[in-house]
């Protein structure tokens, strides 16, 4: 996948853990995980804008695009 998504490097940065995250957000746990762990297939926008109020950061900061080898 080309989008790379950085979340456990903000929730390090802020020192929160992911069930106090997942709450603050409204998701479950589970579904952040997969999010966490770059298996998720989408994000809706509205978790997208929760996610950087609750850690005071930009979309960019979570979300990283890198071109995939096979593009090429």
């Known amino acids: 996948m080309a ?3 950085n979340l456990d ?5 802020r020192k929160i853990p992911a069930g106090e995250l997942a709450e ?3 998701i479950t ?7 966490k762990n770059n298996k998720a297939k989408a994000i809706r926008f509205s978790t997208l ?3 950087c109020e609750v850690l005071s950061c930009q979309p960019g900061d979570i979300l990283e695009y890198r071109k ?5």
């Open 3 to 5: 989008i790379i998504v």
């Open 9 to 13: 490097v903000m929730m390090a940065k």
């Open 24 to 26: 603050a957000i409204g």
């Open 29 to 35: 746990p589970a579904n952040l995980s997969i999010l």
């Open 49 to 51: 804008c929760r996610l």
């Open 68 to 72: 995939d080898e096979s593009d090429e």
